[in-house]
C-alpha cells in the first residue's frame, strides 16, 4: 500500500488552483497541504513542512516557477501545469516529474501522479542496491567497475573509453552491447558516441548536457527524444 504524501499546489488562476485540488481529493495518495496563489506563502510552507511534490505553474506575478525551482530544487519534486509549452526544455533542467499541458483533463494528471510514483519506487530501489556492477576485459585484465562509479561512457569505433572518476578504461566492446549490460533504470545514450548515468547530469541545455563533474557531452539527434523521455520519468 502506497504511503500519503504531501502536495501543495500554487498558480495564479483561481480556477487552476480549483480544478487541480479536485483531481488532487480523488487520489487517496496525496494529501494537499496548501492550494491557492501566494507564492510567498508557498514558500514558507515549503522550508517549514515535508512536501513531497509541488504542482506549480510557469508564469506568475510575484515569482516565477522558474525562479522557484531554483530556490526549492534539491528537496522537492515538481510537475508543472502551464499553458506555454515553450516552457518545458527549461523546466526539465530540475526535478521535474511531467509537464501538463492547460487545460489539464483528469486523466492526464492521474498519469502524472503515477509517474511521480513510478519513480520514487525506482529510485527507492536504485538506492537500496549496492551490487550493481558490470565485468569488462581490458589488457588481458578483467575489471569490475561499479555502475555508480562511471561518469560516461565514449564510444570509439571499435572501442569504448570507460570514464570513471578515478580512471578511464579502453575496451574492446561496442556501444550497443554495453548498454545492455548497464542497469536500465540508470543509463541514457544521448548520442551516438556517449552513454551517461542519470544521476550524473547537472544541466540540460539546448542540445547539450552538463555532467555534474563539469564535462558537456552533445545529444544527438536521434537520441534526442529518448532523452526527453528519460528526463519526463
Not at 1 to 26: G, H, Q, T, W
Amino acid at each position: 500500500m502506497r504511503k500519503k504524501i504531501n502536495c501543495i499546489i500554487l498558480d495564479d488562476e483561481p480556477f487552476a488552483v480549483k480544478l487541480i485540488a479536485d483531481y488532487a481529493s480523488k487520489v487517496p495518495e496525496l494529501n494537499v497541504l496548501y492550494a491557492d496563489s501566494d507564492v510567498f506563502r508557498a514558500m514558507e510552507i515549503l522550508k517549514s513542512e515535508a512536501i513531497d511534490l509541488v504542482f506549480l505553474d510557469i508564469q506568475m506575478p510575484q515569482l516565477t516557477g522558474i525562479e522557484l525551482m531554483q530556490l526549492f530544487n534539491r528537496q522537492h519534486n515538481f510537475i508543472i501545469t502551464s499553458a506555454y509549452p515553450q516552457y518545458a526544455l527549461d523546466a526539465y533542467q530540475f526535478h521535474v516529474i511531467d509537464f501538463l499541458l492547460k487545460p489539464v483533463t483528469f486523466n492526464r494528471f492521474y498519469q502524472a501522479v503515477e509517474k511521480y510514483f513510478r519513480w520514487q519506487e525506482t529510485f527507492q530501489r536504485n538506492a537500496a542496491s549496492t551490487d550493481d556492477f558490470l565485468f569488462v576485459k581490458a589488457d588481458r585484465k578483467h575489471y569490475k567497475i561499479a555502475a555508480a562509479d562511471i561518469v560516461y561512457i565514449e564510444g570509439l569505433k571499435d572501442y569504448i573509453r570507460i570514464h570513471t572518476e578515478t580512471e578511464k578504461i579502453m575496451v574492446l566492446e561496442n556501444m550497443k552491447d554495453i548498454l545492455e549490460k548497464l542497469p536500465q533504470q540508470q543509463f541514457v545514450r544521448i548520442h551516438r558516441s556517449y552513454i551517461i548515468p542519470l544521476n550524473k547530469i547537472k544541466v540540460i541545455e539546448g542540445n547539450q548536457i552538463q555532467l555534474t563533474d563539469g564535462t558537456y557531452l552533445p545529444i544527438g539527434e536521434t537520441y534526442r527524444k529518448l532523452v526527453n523521455e528519460w528526463v519526463q520519468r
